[in-house]
């Protein structure tokens, strides 16, 4: 199936606010419950662990998310990388960050995860926005000279990154998108915090579901492949000074699709 660049609506400027907000909340309770990247904790603490002749106790490493939406799988993957002794602090951010969602993660998370208010984009993060980069189910909005200029800035910064993908790009992924209005319409009472515009928009007007469906499809169509994934890493200046991999990972009917890619300095850290 060819890859193909459409529109999601979550993307765009005129999309409201309540819609994006509404829709981010929504992934991020079927994130906490599916755990969809529960296989990314490995190589993570693979590709964060200090070497073996490092300090006995790990220091705490500084991680940047990129398009965390209302925070992705950090609420579980925090914990895990601890259990594996790999501290980490992360730091959320994205183009239109859902600010409350932020800072109720840092509260659930004593801070270990906290939220940036301001707009970051992928492809050219501040500088004094410091550490590993993340990105979990936001790269396959990027075209493919976008996502060249995303993997561009890690590797001129010296900085690892690593890509996540929960969506692939086949008939089975678009079949469960069919699905997807349907979880949004019985899921949305048990979404906390309670908000009434994400009520008024699933109910009232169906506005949320229609966009998780549609935006859904279109994630499938979009998401890159592994070798696709390999192919625009190494087309970047400087990519000959990391070590890439990319594959998939984990169980069910849609495994994880990743990319990590690491200076070289460190290749014996790759999974």
């Not at 594959?247 to 070289?264: C, D, E, N, Q, R």
Request: net charge neutral.
């Amino acid at each position: 199936m060819r890859r193909r660049q459409l529109i999601e609506i979550e993307d765009q400027a005129w999309c409201p606010t309540a819609v994006r907000d509404g829709l981010t909340d929504y992934l991020q309770f079927i994130s906490d419950r599916t755990e969809p990247y529960a296989a990314a904790a490995r190589l993570l603490a693979d590709a964060l662990r200090v070497p073996a002749d490092g300090p006995a106790s790990q220091p705490p490493v500084s991680v940047v998310d990129l398009g965390s939406g209302a925070g992705g799988p950090w609420r579980r993957l925090v914990r895990r990388l601890a259990d594996a002794g790999v501290p980490v602090r992360v730091r959320l951010t994205d183009l239109h960050p859902n600010v409350a969602a932020f800072d109720q993660l840092a509260r659930e998370t004593a801070g270990a995860v906290a939220g940036d208010p301001r707009s970051v984009p992928a492809d050219a993060v501040p500088d004094d926005l410091t550490g590993f980069r993340t990105i979990f189910t936001a790269f396959h909005h990027f075209p493919p000279p976008v996502a060249r200029r995303v993997l561009a800035d890690a590797v001129a910064r010296g900085e690892g990154i690593a890509v996540f993908e929960s969506t692939t790009r086949n008939a089975l992924c678009l079949f469960i998108m069919l699905l997807v209005p349907h979880v949004v319409w019985l899921v949305t009472p048990f979404i906390r915090p309670f908000r009434w515009p994400r009520l008024l928009l699933t109910y009232l007007l169906p506005v949320i579901p229609t966009v998780a469906f549609v935006d859904g499809v279109v994630s499938c169509l979009r998401t890159y492949t592994p070798d696709e994934l390999r192919e625009l890493a190494e087309s970047v200046d400087g990519a000959t000074g990391y070590a890439w991999t990319a594959g998939h990972a984990g169980g069910g009917p849609i495994p994880m699709t990743y990319l990590l890619g690491l200076p070289v300095r460190r290749e014996g850290a790759v999974p």
